[in-house]
């Protein structure tokens, strides 16, 4: 019987402990089962790729803001100048309010 040694991260380690433990294997069994079939697919079980970017959801329908921005300028009360701007922050994804003093 051969022994193999490889090096995870804590967490991965004991992620897989853990639901090792719940199937009712040891992470031993859990690793030759990988093996065996490695071995038997001749590669991976299971598909390896890159993972798609994520498709983030607009906050708000285009249409709905398009029909705000039509509704304000036709608006003759409109003065023009806000008195607060609110802003999706692309990189925090937090909305940031910008108030007039």
């Known amino acids: ?3 193999v040694s490889t090096r995870v991260d804590d967490q991965t380690k004991a992620d897989a402990e853990r639901i090792a433990d719940e199937i009712g294997i040891s992470l031993s069994t ?3 089962i990988f093996l065996k079939r490695f071995v038997a697919n001749d590669g991976f079980p299971f598909s390896v790729s ?4 994520k ?18 300028v ?3 009360g409109n ?4 008195g607060e701007f609110t802003y999706l922050d692309p990189v925090t994804k937090k909305l940031i309010t910008i108030s007039q003093k």
Do not use: F, R, T
């Open 74 to 76: 036709a608006d003759p």
């Open 1 to 3: 019987m051969a022994n």
């Open 55 to 72: 498709v983030e959801e607009p906050i708000i329908d285009k249409n709905i803001l398009d029909a705000a921005v039509k509704m304000a």
């Open 50 to 53: 890159v993972p798609k970017k």
């Open 30 to 32: 859990a690793i030759n």
């Open 79 to 82: 003065k023009g100048i806000p």
